[in-house]
């Protein structure tokens, strides 16, 4: 099945400056890659996806890459602020079968005003 | 208002006592499943299901029972529940197929705080 790793767990950054969180995936089928945020007590909710057939999405100060040869994906956070505050999950989904997404295990962000 | 729902949000239980946590969606979604948050270990699948009656085991499912018997409803069951269950659980749906595309955004439910003592 697939094995998602995601790096690091805690990043802790200053406000105004930026924020990398980067995933690797094992399984080539998967083609489909979203990022949850889940503020403190909340539920995962989806912040920014892309697909296979694309290398690189940008929503204001949020974007992420894909490198389907290498299987990483990351996410970039600009000018971060402290709503920015949260757990991030990436995740790499099947293009067949369950089409169920495979979870990283989180990186904490954490923005210092 | 589009939701997943879960019931009950807190639950503080006994070794051994079967509880079940309800998830129930209003989005016509074909795809559900569950999920449990641990610290460190991320969100982890227990089951998943692709349709009425049709369900599968996902990364973690020892200890667990679901049933779909309703396209809205994929209840999660513990038949003898252990402390190495506390845990975090969400419920989640997403379209599926819809569209012909696996690019599916997850719903996911309020969370459910379970601890067996």
């Known amino acids: 099945g697939e094995n998602v790793e995601q790096h690091p767990s805690t990043l802790s950054v200053q406000e105004g400056d930026s924020a990398v969180i980067k995933c690797t995936y094992s399984?080539?089928?998967?083609?489909?890659f979203p990022w949850y945020k889940q503020e403190l007590g909340k539920r995962p909710q989806l912040i920014i996806d892309?697909?296979?057939?694309?290398g690189e999405k940008k929503d204001q100060r949020i974007a992420v890459t894909l490198n389907k040869t290498a299987k990483h994906f990351s996410l970039h956070i600009t000018e971060t602020q402290p709503e920015d505050s949260a757990v991030y999950f990436c995740a790499a989904t099947p293009s067949g079968g369950s089409y169920i997404p495979t979870f990283g295990r989180g990186t904490s962000l954490i923005v210092h005003p | 208002e589009a939701q997943v729902t879960q019931n009950p949000r807190y639950l503080i239980t006994v070794t051994g006592k079967k509880l079940t946590v309800t998830c129930s969606q209003n989005m016509n979604h074909e795809y559900m499943s569950w999920y449990r948050q641990d610290p460190g270990l991320g969100l982890r699948q227990i089951y998943y299901?692709?349709?009425?009656?049709?369900?599968d085991k996902g990364d973690v499912p020892e200890g667990y029972k679901v049933s779909r018997k309703e396209k809205r409803n994929f209840p999660l069951i513990l038949e003898s529940p252990s402390p190495n269950q506390t845990s975090l659980y969400f419920c989640?749906?997403?379209?599926?197929?819809?569209?012909?595309?696996?690019?599916?955004?997850?719903?996911f439910g309020p969370g459910t705080r379970l601890t067996v003592l």
């Open positions: 989640a749906s997403s379209s599926g197929l819809a569209g012909g595309s696996s690019y599916n955004e997850q719903f």
């Open positions: 299901s692709m349709n009425v009656e049709v369900t």
């Open positions: 892309i697909r296979s057939n694309v």
């Open positions: 399984d080539s089928a998967s083609n489909y």
